[in-house]
């Protein structure tokens, strides 16, 4: 800069340096006023060194103070002109100013959601986790913590591509309610008017039905990983003789409320009796130890089936664990035999049938997982040893299961479908107010077949819900005034050799608010997938939707 000053002074002060006429001492002497004296080119050295020197070190702090509201963009146009003083900047969110970016409007879920999940990840030892969450069908965060390949560190990242588990369940529902609209499928038609490869069935003697309505909400009878009859009926008997302890004791307590405590002796012996009867058959009916089902052999076939229809032969002549239609008993294997429904309904081969309606949700990245294709940004899949070590899972080909949980995805694909899932639920009601809406993937009514809970199942991920049509449903519910208020929600979560993932998607409460100048999807939709197994990730993805929510009416 030195340098710089002395070659600027002395070319002012030479008489050839600058032309005379021009500038301020051309003018000066011009107008017959006394010359300029030497003190001039000091002056004009140290005026330019200071406004160098200003320039100089606000370069050299790379980075300008905040500016306020009314302050000109110091990322616009050098042209760009501060507003004029009689017009004052629009207050932030205000009606004539568009939203604040969705980072910056649900900055405060975001982070709290990100710590939430920190903390999950840290618990349960997972190597990597990915997020996504969408509000009013724009995705708004998504975002990757951890690896997605620890030998090669690499890490997550919105297009990790994962395995979704059971979420494939959801997926096969969506071409049985395709086929259903069409009138290609008749969902109380037994199985066998489509699939006669799969045995008429009895239990205990009886010629019974197996459906496809049945096989959707897993009340078909079907069995599940555990072959042993005897084990899955004995935790089934204990689980019910704990629910019938809890509702005597209730009804005894309610009795003797009504009696006014009298005659106490004779009903606490009554009651020890009744404990004492209950406990005894509690113990005699108590389930050994039962496998879970990573224990399961089946869970880590590398057998390759060619389509559904050869993959039959793995239960097809195993007996019914129940009455179809009597109790709930979650089976993956059901959806294989509706795999083999789909194909034989619609003409297709399984896989082509689900590609299509990929192509037309927009799931780019979602596809059939099989190990000789090379997929892009897919994560390898850890599990702890006996000595609490991260290793590699075994190879296992899912090829015997693809509609029950045999597809890789991304959340920002999971994003999508539950958006597409929404749309179709809620657009009915939008139908006065808005006459040029698009239809859904699937009719409003279907979605609210779908989405309604079916008696005599469970939700073993939420105890508060029920199963419906391939996703587990929380109805809306508040018991007592200012305390706690169930929202509605539905979701679904898978368990993978190595991986664990969900999808909840929290509809916005439309019935007490004006729709006029809303569009549909209105609501929260939370995907999470993570690279190790047996990670409960469905009361995780119900907490950041609420906290989403909440920023959502907060700026709404």
């Not at 591509?161 to 038609?189: C, F, N």
């Not at 003697?205 to 042993?228: A, F, M, Q, W």
């Not at 294709?373 to 296992?396: E, G, M």
Request: glycine share 10%.
């Amino acid at each position: 800069m030195y340098r710089l000053l002395s070659a600027l002074t002395a070319r002012a002060a030479t008489p050839g340096g600058w032309a005379w006429g021009c500038g301020r001492r051309g003018a000066h002497q011009r107008a017959g006023l006394p010359p300029l004296g030497p003190g001039w080119v000091g002056g004009l050295g140290l005026g330019l060194g200071l406004a160098l020197g200003v320039k100089l070190a606000g370069g050299l702090r790379g980075a300008a103070p905040a500016q306020s509201p009314a302050a000109p963009d110091p990322e616009g146009s050098p042209q760009a002109e501060p507003l004029p003083t009689q017009e004052q900047p629009l207050a932030p969110w205000s009606a004539q100013t568009p939203m604040p970016p969705p980072s910056r409007r649900f900055a405060r879920a975001i982070d709290s959601s990100r710590d939430l999940l920190h903390r999950i990840k840290d618990e349960v030892g997972a190597p990597g986790i990915v997020v996504g969450v969408s509000v009013d069908g724009k995705e708004v965060w998504s975002e990757g913590l951890g690896y997605a390949d620890v030998e090669n560190r690499v890490p997550c990242k919105p297009e990790t591509v994962m395995r979704i588990a059971s979420i494939s369940k959801s997926l096969t529902m969506v071409a049985l309610a395709k086929l259903w609209e069409g009138g290609k499928l008749d969902l109380d038609m037994p199985v066998q008017h489509y699939v006669p490869e799969f045995p008429e069935k009895e239990y205990e003697g009886e010629k019974v039905s197996v459906t496809t309505r049945l096989l959707i909400s897993h009340l078909s009878g079907i069995r599940h990983y555990e072959k042993d009859m005897k084990k899955v009926k004995e935790e089934k008997a204990y689980k019910a003789l704990k629910m019938i302890k809890g509702t005597v004791e209730s009804d005894q307590e309610k009795e003797f409320k009504e009696k006014g405590g009298k005659c106490s002796e004779k009903n606490d012996f009554v009651k020890a009796k009744i404990e004492q009867d209950t406990d005894a058959k509690g113990r005699n009916l108590k389930p050994g130890k039962k496998k879970n089902d990573f224990e399961q052999g089946e869970l880590y076939l590398k057998e390759k089936f060619e389509n559904s229809i050869e993959s039959l032969r793995l239960f097809k002549n195993d007996p019914l664990f129940f009455k179809p239609g009597s109790q709930f008993l979650y089976s993956t294997f059901g959806y294989t035999l509706l795999a083999a429904i789909v194909e034989r309904a619609s003409g297709y081969k399984y896989l082509d049938y689900m590609q299509k309606i990929f192509h037309d949700l927009d799931m780019l990245t979602t596809v059939q997982e099989e190990n000789e294709p090379v997929i892009y940004n897919r994560a390898r899949f850890y599990v702890y040893n006996k000595k609490r070590r991260l290793v590699n899972t075994p190879y296992v080909d899912n090829s015997y299961k693809w509609a029950g949980g045999g597809f890789l995805s991304t959340v920002g694909d999971l994003l999508k479908f539950g958006n597409a899932m929404l749309y179709g639920y809620q657009v009915g009601l939008f139908k006065n107010s808005h006459e040029n809406l698009l239809p859904g993937y699937l009719k409003p009514e279907t979605m609210v077949m779908i989405w309604t809970p079916v008696p005599n199942t469970e939700m073993s991920w939420d105890k508060e819900g029920k199963y419906a049509m391939a996703w587990g449903v929380v109805e809306k519910k508040q018991t007592y005034g200012s305390c706690r208020k169930q929202r509605h929600y539905a979701s679904h979560t898978g368990g993978a050799v190595g991986a664990s993932s969900v999808l909840l998607v929290l509809p916005e409460e439309l019935d007490a608010e004006p729709i006029n100048n809303k569009v549909p999807p209105r609501g929260i939709v939370v995907s999470i997938i993570c690279n190790m197994q047996s990670v409960g990730l469905n009361s995780t993805a119900l907490k950041i939707a609420l906290e989403f929510d909440k920023d959502r009416a907060d700026v709404s």
